[in-house]
Each structure stands twice: as structure tokens, then as C-alpha cells.
């Protein structure tokens, strides 16, 4: 019974929780509300666990699979089931989860609950998004999700964080509205049922393939986000308070990746290769072009946003060149950028919280003051410069390795992230970390507290983890991926 | 035995998690302890290992764990033992150890005592994970391992803004070796399919005669892309030109881990994998063509650049990227074998002569320009007769150890029919006499003449405690003889066996070896051939312009300024890549950004769109006026417009 409802599990859990964390009130029972907000985000990451442990790594058909009709009018079901890829993601989830909810914990000081309430609802939403099998339902997710993000933004955001919601809103409200459209199309297509795995199965001629991908295109790539639709990112990270931007860089972009994954990839297989020299180009912009904007950034967040995106390039690049290097390299890439963008950003949320600045002037000599927080944050960003023994390496790695088979100038292009990745990030560790204390308020600073380095420790037991073997996230995915592959190689035009 | 071999890499890496994690709670004394425990236990059982392969000739090779498996191919962390990996054990740790003992009198009053412990030991735990690998990835590990723990090291005094800057500059020029390195990986992967050493090299003679396309229309021979790609990571390790910028600067870093690092270990990293790759690189002659031009040219420009520099250890770090030219040469002419027994040579005679500069700047209260010291030899007697230890080495004089690798690059370079070896062999045998020049220079300045400190200084001039003169004692004693003892056994012995491989056509080693009669006629046809001469003549230079005639070197310097200047400041390069690449990134960065990102992008198209939305807006709301009569009147326009289309379609 457990084990048969577990993925509704995962997703109501937190989504009743969060309501639940509401009805606590106003920031008179903060203290209950952190409490209780941190007891579901547990429970809810170790329901998420017999997904793992029950998990069969040999077939690449959908487990822990519920099906119930829910608008027969439509043929709108609910119908849940993970692979390994998704699997993954779901994991993330839930840990990312317990991790914000940790790092908010005396930072969040007004509506508590509100604050509290919006991440474990957004995590039961986002565990919806990554293991639905209908395609509306699908959509209902992915749109709901939109709306805790923006409140988040909204409301314990910064100073011109009106201006980020709209935009992120915007963007990403309209990539969406295509998607819905192409939905639909392929509803009559597949006999009137928006069964993704049916959508599978349907043959498409090359026209229709090409404006549903280019449909498809336009929702994920804004959320991935890819070159030129990712000016909302920046914005958005630095408005966002730093749980906000934990979900935001770990979470939701993998949306998008996700989504090429799940739709474009299999359903439109003949698309996907013909428009493989959009997706390449494009994904090689990211990494370089991005890669150099990110270096010129003062603002710490700003950087690791740039960065997050040159690194989500590396995700669709490994996508599109159509080998088991490249999509395992671009699962394992989105898993890692999950703990290395998520720690960034909590290590510029201790400073933050401390001295109210993201301004990388500000800062310099930290180590002074602040060596276990220094030392932590060597690993993280050593992680982002793709160093072997971290997770970062591992996704850059294989996706190289697939790149080359394809073409050795999307290599050597790509390969240039082991230079601007190591340049930005470490130039920006040398400004903030070492160097003399030159302002008074660095001198004042104390070292990362309890609380700190327990999420500081979860996060880079689990980088190095995913560096030194990730073997086991491998063996996860490598069914669902080749099943994946079988169903991009095979052509649905019609003979 | 395989506990053993494990055990080696695990000892440094435990003595470096102790002293790092828990350097609070065991004090000083506990983490240099721990750490030194550690590289001792690695060290012995690395004789032990050398000792099993050397005597029993025992092999190993296989896997300790499954890294991961992608589209069905393992890609696993596993050792390879045999004859180069165990020469290379023994010099890692070794000097590894030394250095950790002078540690202990070199950074004794530093606040980072604990840190800098961890910091070494580790180093040493990354660089045997690269020479036990074996394959490509663990290699690749170990290879950034050491650019992490070297990176660490030189900004170790963190508060100095040149140290923080030389570390990212290190960084980023290694990192610039390891993309193409890396990049040769991928083709290793591709064409091989595997990335385990022994099924490479034995799959590697098939694709002698196969090509590839990088540029449409030209056909590049697989195997040369292959060994260039990786050439250009061993480039960036090795110091070779044009990525040698970063070792002059890493001088920067406590004296130390320019011993361990910066001379003896980490340097040769990129030496040892080309002589580890050499059944890739024998099948390549445009490969090894490079390598020999490439080797040769660092060997004479930087020697050049050592004539000059005043700073003792700059002066070091500049006979160190030389010597790696050398080396570099050597693989160049497929003498493998020699290429290593230099590496090994040179690891104890450079080791030592960074360390006893160290003891030199302990005694002069951290003042490092030669032009301040000076009779330095009746105040520190061990490390001035140790100095001379190494500096004859370095210059190749015998029966010192440098005398005889030196003497056989040359010689194989003299054999060779490469193309480029002629170029080598006139640079190899002129950067014999820059070098015994400037190191002979330098031991003048320093040692010899009239004391030119300051009175206080003066005043305070010892000897460095046991600690620091224990190792150079330990390493004067290689330096000396290392090189008479085992010329026969490595290179006419036959110790390397199947660990080199060298085709026949390729073999000046053996040519060599034809015609050698023993140590006694080596040594006696050394002194008469032109490498010794050279030698001489260049410490007879230095002895006549620095203690016989003192005034001349000004005058020289007068009369040969734009040489000088160009020299002194090593050709340019420095200012070169700051002003293309570092400036040439950050203004192309910014442009991207203000221009395509918050201009175009953010400017036209997002707010752009959002401005026309909002005119649209603007104008559709003047029309809900809310008077009736509007309304009205354009009811009855529209039941007009209808009234006419209906009546006239």
C-alpha cells in the first residue's frame, strides 16, 4: 500500500505540511512554525527514500507507477511513475528541501510561516513536475509551481524585486503557453489521451515535429534558462532571498532540462536531430559567451548566476549530441549543479546575512575571520571550476567525452569552461576570501555557526560523494538512458 | 603486496586529513607529527615496493574501484606497478620526506603551521594517485590534485596580494594545459574506447597510419593529435614554453613547496606521463618533433632569464624550468629512460638547492636578493658545502649526479635524426654553460666575496637548526652519487624493460650503449667532450666576473642594455598575456555583458517588449472613453460597415 501510493506520498506530504505550517499564524509562533516546517521537510525527504532503496536499476519502464482517472471528460488522468533520470531529480528535491528550510532558520524573521509554508509546497510541486505522466497534469505542476517562486521573490525579496517577479513571471508564464498548445495537438494525435508515454509512441511528420519542438523549445528553454532567454535569471537571483535562490539555481532550472528529456527528446526524435545544430550552438553560447559575462560580474550573486547558466549549457549540450556520455554526463551535470549552485548560494547567504552586501568589493580577507566558512567555500567553488573529486567534474567530464565523439570543436569550445569556469570563480574567491581585511565590517566577522556548517556538511558530503564515486548514480540512470537513446535514434517520419 | 601498494597513497592521505582536520585539537607538534608519520610510512614502503619490483621483478596491475560506467565502458581507479612507477615512488616520497622534516624548522614561528602540514601531505597523497594510476582518469585526478594542492600552497600566505595572484595565475595557466589535456583524453576515449593504459597501448599500433579530420579537408595523423593534445597538458604542468609563466611566480609560496613542488615533483609530472605515454608518442615523430623543439627551447630561454634574475630563489625556479627542457628533449629524442633518470637526479640536487636558498633566507631574516648576501660560507658552513653539493649537479660536473644525465641528453639529442635536433643539440649544449654560469653566479654572490647585509643583520647570522640542515645533508648525499650509482643498472641495465617502449629506429639509447665500457671510460670521455668544457668555461665566467673582477658584470650590463632589459623581464610574456588574455577576457566579458545581454537583450527585446505592450495599452484605453455617445456612435458605424459588406460581397 505504502510502496504503491509512494510518489503521491512524496508530493502531498510536504503540500499538506505546508498548509499545515500556515495555520500556524503570524510570527507570533515562528518558533513552532520552524519546527514544524522542519519536521515535514525530514519526513518528506525520508518518504522519498523507498523510491531509492525500492528502485528496479534494470528496467527502464516507470515504477512506482499510479494511474487513477481524474477529468474522464478529457482523458485527463492522474497518472504518476519515475525512471532513473526522474528519480534523481525527485531526490534533489526533497533534499534541497531540508537544506532551505535549515539555512532559513534565523535568517527569515518576518511571516515565518508564510516563508516556510511556500518551500515545502513548492517541493511537493516540483516532485509533481518531475514524476507526472500525463502531460496536464504535467502543466498544472509546472505552471503552480510559478506561483509559490514568485511570492517567495516577491515578498522577502529585495529592493527591486517588483521588478524581478514580473520578469521572471513573464517569461517564463509565456515560453509556457506554447507548450499547452503543442499539448494538445499531440492529444488528438495519440487517439485523445495525453499520456506522455503514449505521446511516445506517436508518429509525426517532419513539419509538425519541427513547430512542436520549437513549441517545446520555447517553455524550456526560458526555464533552463538557454542563451539569449536567460536575462531573467540574474535578475531573479540577486532579488531572491537565499532559500529562493537555492530552489530556484538547484531545482528549477532542471525543469527545462528535464523537460527536452521527457518530451523533445523521444516525441520528436527527427526534430531533435535536425535542430541538434540550434540546441549545440546555443548550448556552446552559454558556456563561453556566459562564461565571459561571468566574469566581469560584481555582484557575488550575479556571478553564480551566470555561472549556473554557462553550466546548464553543458546540460543541453550533452543532450543533443546523442550519446551515452552526453545524457548521462548532462543527468549527472544537473544532479551536481543541484548541490554546488544550491551551496554557492547558501555561502553567499551566510555572508549576507552578516553583512548585508553581495558586492564582492566589499568583501576581502574573510579567511581572516571566517576560516571553517572559508574552507568550505574553497570546496564549493573548486566544485564549480569542475575539479576531479568533486561532483562538477563528473557531468563536465563525460559530457567532453560525448562532445568530442561528435565534433572535436564543440570539445574544444566547451572545454574552455576548465578556464572561465576556474577563472570567475576563483577570481571572485580570491576578492571576497583572501587578501588583507580592508573594510571594518569584515573585521567584525564571526565563523559560520552550527547550523551553518551542519548544511555546509551536508552539502559537501555530498559533492565529494558524487565526485569520488558516482558510480551509483550512474547505475541508476543507465537503463532509462539507453531506453532513452533507443527512442532517439529511431525515426517516427513515416515510410 | 597490493595492501602495500594501497597503503602508500592512504598514509599521506590519512597524515593530511589529521593535521588538516583536527590540526586544533593535536596542537602543533600532533599535526607535524601526523603528517610526517604519514610520507615516512609511504616512504618505506615505497623502498619496499622499488625493492620487490627492482629484485623479485614483480608487476601489478588492476583495478581498486569502479569509478563509473558509461555507454557500458568501465572507467575504474586502479594501480600499475612496475619499474617507472617505482623509481617515481621513491623520489616522490623521499624528498617528500625531507622537505616535511625541514618543514618543521622552516615554518616554525608561521600561524599556519597545522594548515601547511596538511597542505604537503596531501600534495604528496595527489601526486602518487598520478603516478600509480593506471589509466587516463585517475591520472587526470591526480593531475589536478596536485594543480589544487600547488594553487593552495602558493597563496598560502593568503593575506599577500602577490601570493593570491600568483595562485590564481598558476591555476588558470595549468588549467589552460589541462583543457588540452583533457581534450586528448576524450580522443583516447573515442578512438580506443577504453581508458585503462594496458588495452590502449596495446590497441595504439593499429591506429599507427589512421587520420582524422579537425579542420574539413586536412587529414591529421590520430596518433600525433592524440600525443599534442596531451603534450599541451604536460606543457602546462612541466613549465614548458609558452605556459611556463606561472612557475617563476609560484615562487611566491613558502620555499618549502618550491622544493617539493615546484622543482621535484609536480613539475615532473608532465615529464613522467610523456615517458608513461610512450607507446602513443613512439608512433608519432611529428609528436616527438614538438616535444624536442619545444624541450629545447625552454631549456636555452630560460636558462638566459636565470643569468639575470637576482632574487635566489627566482634564480632556482629559472634552472628549474631549463632543467625541465631538458628533460623535455630527452623524451623528445625517444630516450625515454634518460628523460626519467634526469628527472630523478635533478629532483635531489633541485630539492636541495631550494632548500638550502631556504636555510640562506632563514638567515637573512627572509631577504632574498643575492646582491645583499654574500660570504655567507663562514657563518653556514653545512649549507654552503651542500649548496656546492648541488650546484655542481646542477652544473654537471663529475662525478656529481647531474654530470651523468646531463651527459647522456646530450649525447642522445647527438644521435638523434629527428627533425629538430639540431636545434636541440646546439641549445642543450649552450644551456650547459648558461647554466653552470648562473648557478656558479649565484653560489658566488651568496657564499663567497665580501658580506654586503646590513650590520643587523649581519649580526644575527647562524646556521639553520638540525631540522633544516638534517635534509640538505640527506639530499647532498643523492646528489652526489645517485647518478654513478644507477647510470647502469636504469639505463644499460635493462631496469625499465617494457615500461619505455622505444622502436628500434628510435633507439639512441642503445646506440649509446654499444659503446659504453663502463663508469671509468664514461667519466674520462665526459671530461674531454665539449659539455664539460662548457661547463667549466661557464664557472670560470662566473668566478672571473663575480669574485675576480666584480665591477665588469655593470659594465657589461651598460654596454648590452635592450638584452638586458629583455631578459630581465623574461621577453615580455608576463606583460603579453595580461594584456590579450586576462584584459582581452575581462573586456570581451564586459562587452557581451553590456552590450548583448543588458542592451540588446534586456534593452530591445524583454523591456522593449513590455514598452510596446504598454503603448498598445496606452493607445487602445483612449477608446473606453465611457461616454454613451461614443459607444453609440460606433455602433452604429459598425452596423453601417456590416450593412455595406453584407450588400455589396
Same mark, same amino acid.
Given at each position: ?51 531509492y ?34 528519480l534523481?531529480l525527485?531526490?534533489l ?12 532558520w ?9 516563508y ?10 516540483m ?18 509551481m ?6 517567495i ?14 520578469k521572471?513571471f513573464?517569461?517564463?508564464l ?11 495537438y ?30 517545446f ?8 534558462p538557454m ?5 531573467w ?9 537565499t ?12 525543469m ?5 528529456l ?11 536531430h535536425?535542430?541538434a ?21 560584481e ?39 543541484g ?19 553581495r ?11 571566517m ?18 573529486g568533486t ?7 563525460l ?28 577570481w ?36 565529494l ?16 538512458v539507453?531506453?532513452?537513446?533507443k ?9 | @603486496?597490493? $595492501?602495500?601498494? %594501497? ?6 592521505? /590519512?597524515?593530511? !586529513?589529521v +593535521?588538516? *582536520? &583536527?590540526?586544533k ?8 607529527a ?37 555507454g ?59 603516478? @600509480?594510476? $593506471?589509466?587516463? %582518469? ?6 589536478? /590534485?596536485?594543480? !589544487?594542492? +600547488?594553487y *593552495? &600552497? ?14 590564481l ?11 588540452g ?35 574539413p ?10 600525443c ?14 609558452p ?5 617563476p ?11 617539493l ?16 605515454m ?5 608512433l ?49 629524442v ?51 658545502v ?14 656529481f ?38 648557478s656558479?653566479?649565484m ?11 646590513d650590520d ?27 647518478g ?7 639505463l ?50 662566473a ?15 651598460a ?6 632589459d629583455?631578459?630581465?623581464?623574461k ?7 595580461d ?35 504598454g ?9 473606453q ?23 455589396h460581397?
Amino acid at each position: 500500500m505504502f510502496i504503491n501510493s509512494a510518489l503521491s506520498l512524496a508530493i502531498w506530504l510536504p503540500i499538506v505540511g505546508g498548509i499545515a505550517v500556515l495555520a500556524t499564524g503570524d510570527d507570533r509562533n515562528a518558533p513552532l512554525a520552524r519546527r514544524l516546517s522542519l519536521l515535514i521537510a525530514i519526513a518528506s525527504f525520508l518518504a522519498t527514500l523507498p523510491l531509492y532503496t525500492g528502485f528496479d536499476i534494470h528496467t527502464a519502464a516507470m515504477q512506482f507507477v499510479e494511474h487513477r482517472v481524474w477529468i474522464p471528460a478529457f482523458n485527463i488522468d492522474y497518472y504518476l511513475g519515475v525512471d532513473g533520470i526522474s528519480l534523481l531529480l525527485v531526490l534533489l528535491t526533497s533534499f534541497s528541501t531540508v537544506l532551505v528550510v535549515i539555512s532559513a532558520w534565523r535568517v527569515i524573521e518576518t511571516r515565518v510561516a508564510q516563508y516556510m509554508a511556500a518551500f515545502l509546497i513548492m517541493e511537493g510541486l516540483m516532485i509533481g513536475v518531475f514524476s507526472a505522466l500525463d502531460a496536464i497534469l504535467f502543466y498544472v505542476f509546472w505552471e503552480a509551481m510559478l506561483i509559490p517562486m514568485f511570492i517567495i521573490i516577491g515578498v522577502w525579496g529585495g529592493p527591486n524585486r517588483v521588478y524581478a517577479t514580473f520578469k521572471f513571471f513573464l517569461y517564463t508564464l509565456l515560453g509556457s503557453v506554447l507548450m499547452l498548445v503543442a499539448f494538445i495537438y499531440l492529444y488528438y494525435q495519440a487517439g485523445q489521451s495525453f499520456d506522455i508515454l503514449a505521446f511516445h509512441a506517436v508518429r509525426l511528420g517532419m513539419t509538425e515535429q519541427i513547430l512542436i519542438f520549437l513549441a517545446f523549445l520555447m517553455a524550456f528553454a526560458v526555464k533552463v534558462p538557454m542563451w539569449p532567454v536567460h536575462t531573467w535569471l540574474p535578475d531573479a537571483h540577486v532579488e531572491a532571498p537565499t532559500g529562493g535562490s537555492v530552489i530556484l539555481a538547484a531545482l528549477m532550472l532542471k525543469m527545462g532540462a528535464y523537460g527536452f528529456l521527457r518530451f523533445s527528446l523521444p516525441i520528436l526524435p527527427d526534430a531533435s536531430h535536425e535542430l541538434a545544430w540550434l540546441m549545440i550552438g546555443l548550448s556552446l553560447i552559454a558556456i563561453v559567451y556566459i562564461g565571459l559575462v561571468a566574469l566581469v560580474q560584481e555582484d557575488m550573486k550575479k556571478l553564480i548566476a551566470y555561472s549556473s547558466i554557462a553550466h546548464m549549457g553543458f546540460v543541453t549540450l550533452g543532450l543533443f549530441i546523442f550519446n551515452a556520455q552526453g545524457v548521462e554526463g548532462a543527468v549527472v551535470q544537473m544532479i551536481s549543479h543541484g548541490f554546488v549552485s544550491g551551496a554557492l548560494f547558501l555561502c553567499v547567504g551566510v555572508l549576507y546575512d552578516r553583512l548585508h552586501s553581495r558586492m564582492i568589493a566589499d568583501y576581502g580577507g574573510v579567511a581572516e575571520r571566517m576560516p571553517v566558512f572559508a574552507s568550505f567555500m574553497m570546496l564549493f567553488a573548486m566544485a564549480n571550476a569542475g575539479l576531479p573529486g568533486t561532483s562538477g567534474f563528473v557531468g563536465e567530464f563525460l559530457v567532453i567525452l560525448g562532445a568530442f565523439q561528435a565534433n572535436v570543436w564543440y570539445a574544444v569550445l566547451a572545454g574552455t569552461t576548465l578556464v572561465f569556469g576556474a577563472a570567475y570563480t576563483l577570481w571572485m574567491y580570491k576578492r571576497v576570501i583572501f587578501g588583507a581585511v580592508r573594510h571594518e565590517k569584515v573585521a567584525t566577522l564571526e565563523d559560520a555557526n552550527g547550523r551553518e556548517i551542519l548544511f555546509l556538511t551536508l552539502l559537501a558530503a555530498a559533492v565529494l560523494a558524487m565526485g569520488l564515486w558516482p558510480n551509483p548514480f550512474l547505475d541508476i540512470m543507465h537503463v532509462s538512458v539507453e531506453n532513452l537513446l533507443k527512442l532517439t535514434a529511431v525515426s517516427k517520419l513515416s515510410p | @603486496m597490493q $595492501n602495500v601498494y %594501497l597503503a602508500i597513497p592512504l598514509a599521506c592521505l /590519512a597524515g593530511a !586529513l589529521v +593535521s588538516g *582536520l &583536527l590540526g586544533k585539537v593535536i596542537g602543533r607538534a600532533g599535526a607535524a607529527a601526523a603528517a610526517i608519520l604519514g610520507v615516512a610510512v609511504a616512504c618505506a614502503l615505497s623502498f619496499v615496493v622499488f625493492h620487490d619490483v627492482m629484485v623479485a621483478g614483480h608487476h601489478f596491475n588492476g583495478p581498486v574501484y569502479t569509478w563509473g560506467v558509461s555507454g557500458g565502458v568501465p572507467m575504474e581507479i586502479g594501480f600499475l606497478i612496475d619499474p617507472l612507477t617505482a623509481i617515481m615512488l621513491v623520489v616522490v616520497t623521499f624528498v617528500s620526506l625531507m622537505v616535511h622534516i625541514y618543514t618543521i624548522g622552516y615554518m616554525h614561528d608561521d600561524s599556519g603551521y597545522q594548515r601547511f602540514f596538511s597542505y604537503i601531505a596531501l600534495f604528496t597523497f595527489a601526486m602518487l594517485i598520478l603516478v @600509480m594510476s $593506471n589509466n587516463f %582518469l585517475q591520472l587526470f585526478f591526480g593531475w589536478e /590534485a596536485v594543480g !589544487l594542492v +600547488s594553487y *593552495l &600552497l602558493i597563496g598560502f600566505w593568503y593575506t599577500r596580494d602577490s601570493a593570491t595572484f600568483a595562485q590564481l595565475k598558476a591555476f588558470l595557466v595549468n588549467r589552460v594545459g589541462d583543457l588540452g589535456f583533457l581534450l586528448g583524453i576524450a580522443a583516447v576515449f573515442m578512438y580506443f574506447n577504453t581508458l585503462d593504459y594496458r588495452a590502449v597501448f596495446a590497441i595504439a599500433p593499429q591506429f599507427a597510419t589512421a587520420t582524422m579530420q579537425i579542420v574539413p579537408g586536412v587529414d591529421w595523423q590520430v596518433m600525433t593529435v592524440i600525443c599534442l593534445l596531451l603534450f599541451v597538458g604536460a606543457m602546462g604542468k612541466s613549465a614548458q614554453v609558452p605556459l611556463h609563466v606561472w612557475l617563476p611566480d609560484s615562487m611566491e609560496g613558502p620555499t618549502p613547496i618550491s622544493a617539493l613542488i615546484h622543482a621535484a615533483t609536480m613539475v615532473t609530472a608532465g615529464v613522467f606521463m610523456v615517458a608513461r605515454m610512450s607507446p602513443l608518442y613512439e608512433l608519432s615523430e611529428t609528436a616527438l618533433s614538438v616535444v624536442l623543439v619545444i624541450g629545447a627551447t625552454t631549456a636555452i630561454t630560460m636558462a638566459l632569464v636565470g643569468v639575470v634574475q637576482n632574487d635566489i630563489k627566482r634564480i632556482v625556479a629559472y634552472s628549474t624550468l631549463s632543467q625541465l627542457g631538458y628533460m623535455m628533449v630527452a623524451l623528445g629524442v625517444s630516450a625515454y629512460s634518460v628523460g626519467i633518470f634526469h628527472l630523478m637526479t635533478h629532483a635531489f640536487f633541485k630539492a636541495l638547492l631550494f632548500l638550502a636558498a631556504g636555510s640562506v633566507i632563514i638567515a637573512m631574516h627572509h631577504e632574498q636578493d643575492i646582491r645583499k648576501m654574500g660570504g655567507l660560507k663562514k657563518y653556514m658552513p653545512v649549507t654552503f658545502v651542500t649548496a656546492w653539493a648541488g650546484s655542481l649537479a646542477l652544473a654537471g660536473i663529475p662525478p656529481f649526479a647531474g654530470f651523468f644525465s646531463k651527459d647522456m641528453i646530450i649525447e642522445a639529442v647527438h644521435y638523434s635524426q629527428l627533425p629538430g635536433s639540431g636545434f636541440a643539440y646546439a641549445a642543450v649544449l649552450a644551456g650547459v654553460f648558461i647554466t653552470a654560469f648562473y648557478s656558479f653566479r649565484m653560489l658566488f654572490l651568496v657564499f663567497h666575496g665580501k658580506p654586503r647585509m646590513d650590520d643587523h643583520t649581519k649580526h644575527h647570522l647562524r646556521e639553520s637548526p638540525w631540522v633544516v640542515t638534517g635534509p640538505l645533508v640527506l639530499l647532498a648525499i643523492p646528489s652526489f652519487l645517485i647518478g654513478l650509482l644507477t647510470i647502469e643498472p636504469l639505463l644499460f641495465g635493462g631496469y625499465f624493460a617494457d615500461a619505455l617502449k622505444v622502436l628500434p629506429a628510435h633507439d639512441v639509447v642503445g646506440r649509446i650503449s654499444r659503446g659504453y665500457q663502463g663508469l671509468g671510460p664514461f667519466i674520462a670521455h665526459g671530461l674531454q667532450s665539449p659539455p664539460f668544457m662548457l661547463a667549466a668555461a661557464g664557472v670560470l665566467l662566473a668566478w672571473l666576473l663575480y669574485i675576480r673582477y666584480p665591477q665588469l658584470p655593470d659594465r657589461i650590463r651598460a654596454r648590452t642594455q635592450p638584452l638586458y632589459d629583455l631578459l630581465l623581464n623574461k621577453y615580455y610574456a608576463d606583460e603579453f598575456n595580461d594584456f590579450v588574455f586576462a584584459r582581452g577576457a575581462r573586456g570581451l566579458g564586459r562587452w557581451f555583458w553590456r552590450i548583448g545581454d543588458v542592451k540588446l537583450i534586456d534593452g530591445m527585446a524583454v523591456n522593449g517588449t513590455a514598452r510596446v505592450v504598454g503603448w498598445v495599452a496606452a493607445a487602445v484605453r483612449q477608446v473606453q472613453s465611457g461616454y454613451v455617445y461614443h459607444y453609440a456612435f460606433a455602433m452604429i458605424l459598425g452596423v453601417f460597415l456590416l450593412i455595406t459588406f453584407f450588400l455589396h460581397r
